[in-house]
């Protein structure tokens, strides 16, 4: 089930109104897709929204608030970040809420401005910000951090994650080899993921067009290598040992090949031993 654009445009407007009357919420902004021109919301966007109150856990404790924009369906406490918190909620009309609270001190931030000025998830902004509530009377033009080109990294953080790629492989190998498939397909679709998605982007970083690299792989049919895309399908697995064991050498096809590039385009030494012993030891095992 999808909620209209009108569904969610009621959402925002009871959400408006009840933060209207908490003394303690000072501002409240859109951000996400319903925030933003380049790539907007679709039928499945839900809406995300950044609470700043002088106090938060009031909010945080009691989901009874979220009663305000209509009937539940269910409603989950989340951490996030910096050990912030948010409140996801799903309404009888098919609308998703996703409202994070940041506790904020009115004295070292009187104004909307000076709030995002410190907001601690500045890529959150980058692409745009919609103000649905502000009780500060900042002016509506409001300065955003820009959209910063990919982080290059350094030559240690790539050796680390070369290395945490082959040890999770071989961790990963011997659930195979044991037949733990559960934590072998946790290892060999989730985290090994994680490392092949940080050298994506950093693979994207180095190109000379500088691309606008999205977080999470986030629109990665703009950003990522088109042969990797075309070789991500072979990179996951079925809850098979036999499967499992061929999506881990294609996993680890495809990073050798990327992290090599990477390292020849910044130029660094790619940990060639490491990756020799490694990958003698899986074969070995399997």
């Known amino acids: 089930m999808t909620a209209s654009s009108d569904t969610y445009a009621r959402l925002e407007q009871r959400f408006a109104a009840?933060?209207?009357t908490q003394p303690m919420i000072a501002?409240?902004?859109v951000v996400g897709s319903r925030a933003r021109s380049d790539h907007p919301a679709d039928g499945w966007s839900d809406l995300d929204l950044v609470v700043f109150a002088g106090e938060t856990a009031s909010y945080l404790h009691d989901p009874a608030w979220l009663n305000a924009c209509g009937p539940i369906i269910a409603a989950i406490s989340n951490s996030f970040g910096q050990n912030d918190r948010e409140w996801i909620a799903l309404y009888a009309n098919g609308s998703q809420l996703d409202a994070a609270f940041l506790s904020i001190d009115p004295a070292a931030a009187p104004t909307l401005q000076a709030m995002l000025d410190q907001f601690p998830y500045p890529v959150v902004l980058q692409h745009g910000v919609r103000v649905l509530i502000d009780k500060t009377h900042t002016p509506v033009e409001l300065r955003m951090p820009e959209i910063a080109a990919p982080e290059l990294p350094a030559s240690l953080d790539f050796?680390?994650?070369?290395?945490?790629?082959w040890l999770d492989a071989i961790k990963a190998a011997k659930f195979i080899?044991?037949?733990?498939?559960w934590r072998a397909k946790q290892l060999v679709d989730c985290e090994l993921k994680q490392h092949l998605l940080t050298l994506l982007e950093w693979h994207a970083?180095?190109?000379r067009d500088r691309r606008n690299v999205w977080y999470d792989g986030r629109f990665m049919r703009e950003w990522a290598d088109p042969q990797a895309r075309a070789e991500l399908p072979a990179t996951f697995a079925a809850?098979?040992?036999a499967d499992l064991q061929?999506?881990?050498f294609a996993t680890l096809d495809l990073f050798r090949r990327l992290a090599r590039d990477v390292a020849r385009q910044l130029?660094?030494?790619y940990p060639i031993q490491t990756d020799q012993f490694a990958d003698n030891t899986i074969r070995s095992m399997l």
């Open 239 to 241: 809850y098979a040992a």
């Open 246 to 248: 061929r999506a881990l």
């Open 27 to 29: 501002a409240v902004i």
């Open 205 to 207: 970083a180095v190109q």
């Open 267 to 269: 130029g660094y030494a």
């Open 18 to 20: 009840w933060s209207l």
């Open 177 to 181: 080899r044991r037949h733990d498939l």
């Open 159 to 165: 050796t680390a994650l070369v290395n945490r790629m």
